[in-house]
């Protein structure tokens, strides 16, 4: 089985600022949401567990598993999209023309990254390369896999495992801390 889970909410989640990239912990109320998913999914069985190497991503994982005999292995493929000069902009979504919120309303469109930022085809590719890689061997070796990562970084890994176009890339919506599985 394939399973993949976002992280716990960070201060920058409650101030609706764009992360991204940015290291930002989890706050008390994520650590909060990662020790009641270790609850919820304690029977749920996991061979490995691959993670985001950014705090929020390895807190979770980390509190998540805490106990369990499940290796956590980070890799970079697995960070969060970069967002260039956006990050830390906060309510973007108020911002008239704001260039990054043709990625939250209209992936499908969002061709061209903003300033330093990273296109969904970079997204797709890096994400769309440890899936291959790493996780398709593991499930066909019989493993139990599990994904802790970002809202898009982890919409990206939906998308391809579930071949949905662009257009629906938020289709499942990444709720924080619960666990959905992909195959």
């Not at 593991?138 to 662009?166: E, F, T, W």
């Not at 938020?170 to 924080?176: C, K, Q, R, S, V």
Request: proline share 5%; charged share 25%; glycine share 6%.
């Amino acid at each position: 089985m394939l399973y993949i889970m976002r992280h716990g909410k960070t201060d920058w989640n409650e101030r609706h600022k764009i992360q991204g990239r940015t290291n930002i912990p989890l706050n008390d109320v994520g650590r909060q949401m990662a020790r009641e998913a270790a609850e919820e999914y304690r029977d749920v069985h996991f061979d490995v567990c691959y993670c985001s190497p950014l705090v929020r991503a390895r807190e979770t994982a980390e509190i998540l598993l805490a106990g369990r005999d499940v290796p956590i292995v980070y890799d970079d493929r697995l960070v969060e999209m970069c967002f260039g000069i956006y990050e830390g902009i906060e309510n973007s979504f108020s911002i008239p023309d704001c260039p990054i919120n043709e990625f939250f309303f209209h992936p499908e469109n969002y061709n061209v990254p903003v300033e330093n930022g990273e296109s969904i085809d970079e997204l797709m590719a890096r994400t769309g390369a440890f899936l291959e890689e790493v996780v398709e061997p593991d499930l066909k070796a019989g493993k139990d896999v599990l994904i802790v990562g970002h809202g898009a970084m982890n919409s990206a890994i939906v998308c391809q495992v579930k071949n949905r176009p662009r257009s629906e890339f938020w289709a499942d919506g990444i709720p924080n801390c619960k666990l959905m599985t992909l195959k």
